[in-house]
């Protein structure tokens, strides 16, 4: 029996359930999509009719959201009734590394997920296909079945008899690029066990990716391929970002020795741009997930192996900072250092792991104080990165604590406050308005003997180094 899906809800109104419901609604005009989500602020954000307020920012999401929400698209915190009346429920919620407990610093924390299975067993009715689409351990969908086909509820009677089958069917955007991304995908993947839910969402996919592109698997494989994906990509940038240190001390340069490995069509040209190390939510707890496993799993060799590229991403962001201090005649403290981005890397407004907040705050700590630029990131949002409350319970109060970097550090949209009285800037997000600085209309605003740091190599070196200002390159040995 073919099974045809014509309301779908996505818990979860965050960084992947907005673009990716956003994109199926605009390919699929017939389906009804409810995205659903406890954060109220956020529901609202999604519905404001001022499009600069929506909470996620990418290329070509505006426009989408323009001809879909409330044609075939809505954001809702209405959970229950949302859930009640989906063909296909989404479970598209964060899973953040778990702050305390067993495993906390490694395993995810799938309460959240957990929340959403029993929601769904609590509201869904009749036949409900369930589709992972965060980023799981291997065998959650065991764990959501359990809650599924073993709930209670107490309004299951009235509603007759529901089943449920379960998908894995991760998500592979980056952000930034997410619509194009999602428009067109180098592969979908699902992975389950019953062929005619497979098929359900292959029939969805199908509408605007061709059919070779949509792979299905066995569930466990599909989760565990979305972890190594990802434990893949990070592990290149590690690995290219080691080799800059490389050549700062030989006379190498790491942009012609990316370009030279990156002809060989075994190792490939992308993702070989050294930088101040990854950021962004994903890399590093999923890399943590893959070590919990190995680690609970007796495989302690290939957990070390996975750890090793987290350490490098750390020992990258904190040399940085190391070299910065030593270029200043090893002391900044009271020395006005501007930071040209804050994002975790350019065309997105997300702060999450930014190696920005490592380097930001290794800076503070020597003394320095801070100018922070960004076009897309806010103030508040620096300002939750840049004071420390060591843990979640702790944010709770975050306004009642004091405030350890308050003073230090200011933030602003305006270049002109960038170079005023600046001793260095630094460079460690890659916008393309940073590369069009014209160094020589600035360099009298400096305060010299003033430094430019490029952790992204996308400065024009010569404008920098005819202006006069000292300039240090990120993997560029040809100083020594
Ligand atoms: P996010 O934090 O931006 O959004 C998650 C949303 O879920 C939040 O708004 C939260 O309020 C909501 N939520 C949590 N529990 C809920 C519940 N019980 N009911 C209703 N709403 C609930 O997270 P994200 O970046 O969209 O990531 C979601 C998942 O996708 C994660 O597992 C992540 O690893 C994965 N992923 C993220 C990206 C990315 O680029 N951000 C890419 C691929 C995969
Ligand atoms: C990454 C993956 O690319 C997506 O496929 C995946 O779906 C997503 O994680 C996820 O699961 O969350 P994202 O984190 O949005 O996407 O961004 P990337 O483009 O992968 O960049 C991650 C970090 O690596 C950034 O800090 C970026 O600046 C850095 N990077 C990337 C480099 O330093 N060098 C490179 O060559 C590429």
Redesign the pocket.
């Known amino acids: 029996m073919k099974t045809s899906i014509k309301n779908i809800c996505c818990?979860?109104?965050?960084?992947?359930?907005g673009p990716t419901m956003a994109v199926i609604a605009d390919q699929c005009p017939e389906i009804t999509i409810n995205i659903?989500?406890?954060?109220e602020q956020?529901i609202k954000d999604w519905n404001d009719k001022d499009y600069s307020k929506l909470p996620v920012f990418e290329p070509g999401l505006e426009n989408i959201i323009k001809r879909c929400r409330d044609r075939n698209l809505h954001f809702s915190t209405n959970?229950k009734t949302h859930i009640s009346e989906a063909d296909m429920v989404f479970i598209?919620?964060?899973?953040p590394t778990k702050l305390n407990g067993v495993g906390a610093g490694e395993a995810s924390d799938l309460k959240?997920v957990e929340?959403?299975a029993r929601?769904v067993a609590a509201y869904a009715s009749g036949y409900t296909i369930v589709v992972e689409?965060?980023?799981?351990p291997v065998k959650t969908a065991e764990v959501i079945k359990t809650i599924l086909n073993t709930s209670n509820h107490p309004s299951n009677s009235e509603r007759g008899r529901c089943s449920f089958d379960i998908l894995s069917n991760?998500?592979?955007?980056?952000?930034g690029t997410?619509i194009s991304d999602l428009k067109y995908p180098e592969r979908v993947l699902i992975g389950g066990e019953n062929q005619q839910a497979i098929q359900a969402l292959i029939d969805i996919y199908k509408r605007w990716v061709p059919t070779e592109k949509i792979i299905s698997t066995n569930t466990w494989s599909s989760e565990l391929s979305k972890l190594v994906a990802n434990a893949f990509l990070a592990q290149r940038i590690s690995s290219i970002n080691s080799i800059s240190a490389l050549c700062e001390v030989t006379g190498a340069d790491i942009k012609e020795v990316s370009s030279a490995i990156g002809f060989d069509s075994r190792i490939g040209k992308k993702f070989l741009n050294s930088g101040p190390g990854f950021g962004?939510?994903?890399f590093k707890?999923?890399i943590l997930n893959l070590v919990y496993l190995s680690k609970q799993l007796g495989l302690q060799s290939v957990a070390n192996y996975w750890e090793g590229v987290l350490e490098i991403n750390k020992w990258q962001q904190h040399r940085i900072s190391k070299i910065i201090i030593e270029k200043l005649f090893g002391t900044i403290s009271s020395k006005k250092i501007s930071i040209l981005g804050f994002s975790f890397k350019a065309n997105t407004n997300?702060t999450r792991e930014s190696a920005s907040i490592s380097i930001c705050k290794d800076l503070l700590n020597e003394g320095a104080l801070l100018c922070i630029h960004d076009p897309k990131v806010n103030f508040s949002q620096v300002e939750k990165d840049l004071e420390d409350f060591p843990t979640s319970q702790d944010k709770i109060y975050a306004s009642e604590e004091k405030k350890l970097n308050q003073g230090k550090w200011k933030f602003t949209k305006n270049m002109e406050e960038v170079f005023e009285g600046s001793d260095a800037v630094v460079v460690l997000t890659e916008w393309s308005q940073y590369s069009e600085i014209k160094w020589e209309n600035v360099v009298s605003k400096m305060r010299a003997p003033a430094w430019v740091f490029d952790t992204r190599s996308i400065l024009n070196s010569d404008s920098v180094i005819n202006s006069g200002i000292n300039y240090w390159r990120l993997g560029d040995g040809s100083n020594i």
């Open positions: 818990i979860g109104a965050g960084y992947v359930g659903v989500d406890v954060n956020r959970v598209s919620v964060n899973t959240w929340a959403c929601e689409k965060s980023t799981l991760p998500e592979f955007l980056a952000e997410a962004g939510s994903c707890k999923d997300d």
